[in-house]
DNA sequence: ACCGCTGTTCTCCG
DNA sequence: TCGGAGAACAGCGG
């Protein structure tokens, strides 16, 4: 389910739900999640308190007492859930910590595209893809920086963005809406970009997460399809339905194989 | 039955 | 060296 809004939601409940109890028992069966590692890395985490998680764009890092951790990424169908003493396990249970206030804290993956890796905290830092994280946006994004970093690249900004090398934590989503918000075309080039437009690309990005992550706040998680039948996002899964800002059609477009989604009329390809 | 999908990583090709 | 396409992973829903 997860980009940068969703994993911070994800961060805060499991900090709330760890925090000041001593993990009982560990547990994971051995698949995909866990990578090359054993089972038993997994249970190694009993007896270790939580101090606080980390999070770097969709990736946490849990830190435990005695410098231990564990790194979770939710893939796209990953979701950690709380589940009382005696209640069952759901289907796709990838890994339990039972808690010692007799809750157990389960992670549910169905696809099976997400990660638990144990180590050391140090050594967990040290996992190249985890490395190579460019800077999160939140709380505020280096607009120096970034435009730097757009100029040099002639890929579209839709690719550059998802790119987690460059911010980490925009996804297929928030790069739509973000570029909406901005008013610019998706299929333009980094190389095409004005200083001004990097500044308000920044500004569009922070409204997008912060949007997102306010609504995920009150309500329930964010519903993708709402009673009218309209979904939360201003473009997001909205092709050939009008644009929020001025009725035109919106567009679907597939860029790097993932379907993009723009207003033709607010984010024309030049202006 | 077929297609698409909120992510990441790899290969292939120009 | 870079960028783009496509595939793989695995299950669900339309």
Known sequence: MPELPEVEIARRQLESWLSGRRIVSARAPKTRVLRSQRPQRFAELKGRRLQEIERVGKWMLLKFDGGEGLISHLGMTGKWVRRGRDEPATAYLRGTLEL??????????????GLLLRGKIEQLRQL??????????????????????????????????????????????????????????PQRRGTSLKR?????????????????????????????????????????????????????????????????????????RRR
């Open 100 to 113: 010692s206030d007799g809750h157990a804290v389960d992670y549910r993956d169905p696809r099976l595209f």
């Open 196 to 268: 001004a437009e990097t500044d308000r690309l920044v500004e569009a990005i922070g409204d997008s997460l912060r949007n997102a992550l306010s609504e995920e706040e009150s309500d329930e998680p964010i519903t993708y399809v709402e009673e009218g039948g309209e979904n939360f996002f201003l473009v997001y899964d909205r092709a050939e339905k009008p644009c929020k800002t001025c009725r035109t059609p919106i567009k679907r477009i597939v860029q790097g194989g993932r379907s993009t989604y723009f207003c033709p009329r607010c984010q024309p």
């Open 128 to 185: 190249p893809s985890f490395r190579a994280l460019g800077p999160d946006p939140l709380p505020g994004i280096d607009a120096d920086r970034l435009h730097a970093v757009l100029k040099t690249t002639r890929r579209s900004l839709k690719e550059a963005l998802m790119d987690q090398r460059v911010l980490a934590g925009l996804g297929n989503i928030y790069v739509s809406e973000a570029l909406h918000r901005a008013e610019l075309n």
